[in-house]
């Protein structure tokens, strides 16, 4: 029996995706909303359909894609990374060069950086020393 769908998760900064990806023409939704709605910038929309046009599956595929935690923009590049690795996992050897090539495959890793004491506010801030 051919699976129902491929389920893929990931993270971007603080944001966190499960994602099922689907075969059919549908539209996708992220969080029970759909993703016009949800994403209402168009760089977050390109963003997030970037592994299926490069794959040119667009209307192949739709997913259902649950996110917490960050903001729009790291929850947008959480769902583009969980999109590319649930079709990595669909057809390896057809997806996985050209989504590699792109760089879609590799999760960025970088996080906020804590806040130090003695800083006076933000991480890397300095405290201003008296003069003389």
Known sequence: MAKKYFYARSKRRSAICNLKLFRGKTESTVNGKKISKYFPLKTQLTTIKLPLSLTETEEKFFFEAKVKGGGKSGQAGAVRLAV?????????????????????????????????????????????SPRR
């Open 84 to 128: 590319s690795k649930a079709l990595n996992l669909q057809n390896t050897e057809k997806f996985r060069p050209i989504l590699k090539k792109a760089g879609l495959l590799t999760s960025d890793s970088r996080i906020r950086e804590r806040r130090k004491v003695g800083t006076g506010g933000k991480a890397r801030r300095a405290r201003q």
